[in-house]
């Protein structure tokens, strides 16, 4: 059974920074691509990021130069670090991977940005 589970969301003041973690078990982890999703109230989730297992890495253009995505296949786990965070970055994050021809969420993280 996959199981993904993010931490690191908190209150953070514009400028801030925050890592994000997430946890996969019941996968060979280094084989699979993993993804953060960022979704605020009323509107559609959004890809923030992508690592694959070979560690090639894409961004959103909203967070360009300012999120990195990275992974530990040691440890099964996907970081999303986050610099320069603005009240726009304000939303549940989510990890997620596809595996067994079907997408698996985490419960998500809440990030808020604000003074």
């Known amino acids: 059974q996959v199981h993904l589970v993010e931490s690191g969301g908190d209150l953070v003041q514009p400028g801030g920074s925050l890592r994000l973690s997430c946890a996969a078990s019941?996968?060979?982890?280094?084989?699979?691509?993993m993804k953060w999703y960022r979704q605020v109230p009323g509107k559609e989730r959004e890809l923030v990021a992508t690592v694959t297992g070979g560690g090639i890495t894409d961004y959103a253009d909203s967070v360009k130069g300012r999120f990195t995505i990275s992974r530990n296949n040691v440890y099964n786990r996907t970081y999303l670090q986050m610099n320069s965070l603005t009240p726009e970055d304000t939303a549940i994050y989510y990890c997620n991977t596809n595996a067994f021809g079907r997408n698996f969420w985490g419960r998500g993280t809440q990030v808020t940005v604000s003074s």
């Open positions: 019941g996968i060979n982890f280094k084989l699979y691509t």
